[in-house]
């Protein structure tokens, strides 16, 4: 046996097998084309049959509704015709059509008499009685409305002759009542005349009443509906007799009648009643029209009982042919069936045929092919399961000298050349294996985490020191195979955690279920490590160990500060509502709370004048005070700046909230030593309760700040309950701020002027700039009312400039030396621009600085005596005078004046205004010995009576000023006050 036998073998089969499939494919071809041909006449004959069949009842559709459309409106014969023509020879053509298929089919059509002809017949005559049924109608129609309109002209004549005669009738018997009221003539007398006289005319009227009726008669008549069809002689005779009723009755009128106007009417009326004979009776009347339109009629409907069973000679074709495709299709089936049989028996010969062929082979096939190679796989696939690699010993299949021979042998070289291979690549993965591991603990080594593996069976395979560093234990016992449970027992031993600690129970689970697992752990000095264990292929884990106590403290910190207010350590904003929206939760079930919101009365004027570091220190010094005034489950929150609220629960009655609220305030308002300074603040407080007020948090909480706001009107450092009114105040106050910020610009604000004078002579020594808000709905608004918004808001500053600049430009405008005072706010007396401003408005403005007073409250020395006395200095070398404002009211003005001596000092007009009183008496008396002592001009404020000015004068006082020397006055105003050299008697004090 050569090389090539099997080779030659192989082909051979499958030439065997290809000739057996060819002749099966051949019987198969015959078997389709027989059959093929017995459908393709079925198909080429019933198919385009039907087609043309109902394209043919299609065109006698057409024709039919042609004929119908005819004579309508906007249709004309010829049209339709036209129409019907084309029509017709469309349907001659499907009808040879039809004839030919059944001639090619071997069957005749039977049509009996040609019915197209015939319907083209009577569709030529619908059209036409269709044409005369529109032509009569219209002719009609027009004669009716003709007949119509004559009937009303002579209607409206009659109603001439009848009034006119009304009229006759009423002048007789006018004049009869006047000949019978004047004694004329006798009632009997004039009774038998009227008689006589009113016979023509009622005989007049009698028959033109008639013939109002008749004329009604035949108006009836021509607009009935008889024309539709009916007794056309009977209605002609009711006309014709009317018409001969209105000519008599004209007639015997026309001889009742006296004057020549009704004759004329009569005459016209004749004319209209002949012609209306006419138009009715005559030969082309209306009633001739009438016939021709009922006999169209009668013609177009013969015409459409015609069609209607042309049509149904149609459809019996369309049966016909329905019935021979029947027949035909079912022809093609019993053909069709014969062939089909024949075929089955072919195909059923040629396999069985193949199928023993193909058999016989292949057991060929298998024997000297098939299981020689089954017997080389097996071999394979054993060498591949057990490693064993041996050669194949079956020398049978090793000794062939055909190509499966030449695979055995080839196969059997594979295997030594595999084992080898096999022992050099053990040789050389036993290196390779050694320097990857000596890698692989150094990367783990490397790692900022700790790692420990382990395998199926719980022991240590390897771990870095970095695990140690995390738990901070000697890890050398744990060498490759030492058990998990030794290292969790020496992290016991050595205090690491405690016993029964949960990471022996999260390392056996994340060996035993396969899945990995991420958790936390405690340690017994108190920090936190993250575990996270992934299985490994061989049935172990991987551990690794991260400690992150820091990372947790952080997130712990950033969670606090979202929350809380940094400088106090209190509850924010977020964290406030947040709370309140749970204890609101609670009020339905018999909880009630009250919201407090409370701010620090004068706590700007602190951070403007002592610095923000000591406005810090005292908002940590007011958080501990008011906590100190709170139970446990009161919620206490800074909500910025020095705005404040708290949530107190469970109160039982509105007096627990005012009374939480009162203490506050006392505790608040206590002096506080801050960096040497002392300092009083005050509160004031706004509280909404949850049974009155809503259970809204944001409409509770905007409650409590409207409430807030109250307590500030009042004059700060008290408590308010919110009520419904405040929420329009509020409205108003937040209008008024909008209108403040455009005040300026919109040149509302005007400096007014009111006079100091000396107490010695009273001459006018200065004026004192005091602002004015000329407001288009309030009127003149005095800056009492609205200075602290201003300063609220922000634009002091900017009004303060304006207020200097425009006092010091009218200043020049005065003779002499008479001064001008301006009063300073502790913003623009904080501001590093203020001694740059003043320069600038004395360049700009000319005013020599020795007529320029400013006025500097107590209240802005409370700022640090350094930065304080520098600003007084940079101000005196300028060469502006300084006074010292409602001295006697603040905290250190004492100590100033020995710091810095002042040009004037101002008592404030309280005193003055309770001189009555001993204690108010005795400041008035030693402020003036002192400020004499320390040769200051003393200023006494609120003047406004003789007794007042005179108690000045006696205690020393070197100026006065007060409404006994005038009002604030426009600029304009001055030149007339700086008339008086004398102060005016007590009487003329204004209130």
């Known amino acids: 046996m050569t090389h090539q036998s099997i080779r030659r073998k192989l082909t051979a089969t499958f030439l065997i097998l290809a000739a057996g499939a060819v002749a099966g494919g051949g019987v198969g071809i015959y078997c389709v084309s027989r059959i093929a041909a017995t459908v393709g006449v079925y198909a080429n004959v019933t198919s385009p049959l039907m087609a043309e069949t109902m394209a043919l009842i299609d065109t006698a559709h057409g024709l039919k509704s042609t004929a119908f459309r005819a004579g309508r409106p906007g249709s004309t014969y010829a049209d339709a015709i036209d129409e019907i023509s084309a029509l017709h020879a469309e349907a001659d053509t499907r009808i040879r059509a039809i004839e030919g298929y059944f001639a090619k089919a071997g069957a005749e059509l039977r049509l009996g008499n040609r019915i197209e002809e015939r319907f083209t017949a009577a569709l030529d005559r619908m059209v036409k009685a269709s044409e005369r049924e529109a032509q009569a109608a219209a002719q009609a129609e027009q004669l009716r409305t003709r007949i119509v309109r004559i009937s009303g002209r002579a209607a409206h004549v009659i109603e001439g002759i009848a009034a006119a005669t009304g009229q006759d009738i009423a002048i007789i018997e006018e004049q009869a009542n006047f000949d019978i009221l004047n004694g004329v003539a006798t009632v009997e007398g004039m009774s038998s005349l009227i008689t006589h006289l009113l016979s023509e005319p009622l005989q007049v009227a009698g028959r033109a009443q008639r013939l109002r009726g008749e004329l009604h008669a035949i108006e009836r008549a021509v607009r009935s509906e008889w024309m539709a069809g009916g007794d056309f002689d009977s209605s002609a005779r009711g006309i014709r007799a009317s018409l001969h009723t209105v000519r008599r009755l004209s007639k015997e009128m026309s001889g009742l009648m006296r004057h020549d106007s009704d004759r004329i009417q009569l005459a016209m009326l004749d004319r209209d009643i002949a012609a209306l004979g006419t138009l009715t009776l005559g030969e082309y009347g209306l009633f001739a029209e009438a016939r021709r339109l009922a006999a169209a009629r009668a013609s177009l409907a013969a015409g459409r009982l015609e069609v209607e069973r042309l049509d149904e000679d149609y459809l019996t074709i369309l049966n016909e042919a329905q019935d021979f495709v029947s027949r035909l299709n079912s022809d093609a089936h019993a053909s069709a069936t014969v062939v089909i049989e024949q075929a089955l028996a072919f195909v059923t010969i040629s396999v069985v045929v193949y199928l023993i062929v193909a058999t016989l082979l292949g057991m060929r096939v298998a024997r ?28 049978a299949i090793v000794t062939r000298l055909d190509e499966i021979g030449e695979l055995a042998r080839a ?68 060498a490759p195979g030492v ?79 979202a929350l809380h207010d940094m400088l106090t350590e209190l509850p924010n904003r977020v964290a406030f509502r947040d709370r309140l929206v749970a204890a609101l939760s609670r009020v339905p ?66 007096r627990m909230a005012s009374a939480l609220a009162a203490r506050m305030i006392a505790e608040v308002s206590r002096p506080y030593e801050i960096d040497g300074h002392k300092v009083v603040i005050g509160a004031s407080v706004g509280i909404a309760l949850s049974s009155d007020d809503g259970l809204d948090p944001d409409d509770l909480l905007r409650n409590a700040d409207m409430a807030l706001y109250r307590s500030k009107e009042l004059g700060r450092g008290t408590f308010s309950f919110f009520e419904p009114g405040m929420n329009q105040r509020m409205q108003s106050r937040r209008t008024m701020e909008m209108e403040l910020r455009n005040a300026l610009a919109a040149g509302q604000f005007e400096v007014y002027y009111q006079p100091l004078v000396r107490a010695d002579s009273g001459a006018v020594s200065c004026f004192e700039a005091l602002l004015r808000w000329h407001h288009p709905e309030r009127g003149t608004v005095s800056a009492c009312d609205f200075i602290s918004l201003i300063e609220e808001i922000g634009i002091i500053g900017r009004v303060g400039r304006w207020v200097m600049e425009e006092a010091c430009r009218t200043a020049t405008t005065w003779p002499g030396t008479i001064g001008i005072v301006v009063n300073l706010s502790p913003v623009q007396f904080a501001s590093d621009e203020l001694v740059d401003n003043v320069r600038r408005i004395l360049a700009d403005t000319g005013l020599e600085p020795a007529r320029l007073e400013l006025d500097i409250s107590e209240a802005i020395l409370l700022k640090d005596a350094g930065a304080t006395v520098s600003t007084l200095q940079r101000l005196r070398e300028l060469g502006v005078q300084l006074s010292m404002d409602d001295f006697g009211t603040g905290y250190s003005s004492l100590g100033y004046l020995r710091k810095f001596p002042f040009d004037k000092i101002k008592i404030d007009r309280s005193f003055m205004r309770d001189l009555d009183s001993a204690g108010s008496a005795a ?26 000015f005179a108690r000045a004068q006696l205690e020393g006082y070197q100026e006065v000023q007060g409404f006994l020397f005038g009002q604030p006055v426009q600029g304009a105003d001055v030149p007339a006050l700086l008339s008086r050299t004398t102060p005016p008697r007590a009487g003329a004090a204004v209130a």
């Open 923 to 948: 400041i008035v008396r030693a402020i003036a010995g002192l400020a004499n002592m320390l040769g200051i001009s003393a200023v006494a404020e609120g003047v406004e009576t003789e007794d007042q």
């Open 589 to 654: 079930r018999g909880h009630p709370l009250a919201v407090l919101a409370f701010d620090l009365d004068h706590f700007k004027h602190v951070n403007d004048t002592l610095g923000h570091p000591v406005g810090d220190t005292l908002l940590k010094s007011v958080a501990e005070r008011v906590r100190a005034c709170l139970r446990p489950s009161d919620t206490f929150a800074r909500l910025g700046g020095d705005e404040f609220a708290i949530v107190q629960l469970d109160i039982e009655a509105p």
């Open 411 to 478: 196969f059997n070289a594979m295997i030594a050349d595999l084992q080898y291979a096999r022992r050099r690549l053990v040789e050389q993965s036993e290196a390779k294996v050694q320097v990857q591991y000596q890698r692989l603990v150094s990367a783990i080594g490397s790692l900022r985490h700790g790692l420990i593996m382990y395998d199926r069976e719980h022991n240590v395979v390897i771990w870095n020191d970095r695990l140690a560093e995390i738990y901070d234990f000697d890890m050398d016992f744990a």
């Open 483 to 561: 058990p998990l449970r030794d290292v969790i027992g020496e992290l016991v031993r050595q205090d690491v955690i405690d016993a029964g600690h949960e990471l022996v129970s999260i390392a056996r689970d994340a060996v035993g279920t396969r899945q990995p697992v991420a958790y936390t752990i405690a340690l017994n000095d108190g920090r936190s490590i993250a575990i996270s264990s992934s299985p490994t292929p061989d049935g172990g884990a991987v551990s690794v160990h991260e400690d992150i106590t820091e990372r947790l403290q952080s997130q712990e910190r950033i969670a606090f500060m």
């Open 368 to 395: 000297k092919v098939t299981h020689p190679i089954d017997r080389l796989t097996q071999h394979a696939a054993r060498i591949s399961r057990s490693g064993d690699m041996q050669r194949l010993e079956d020398t």
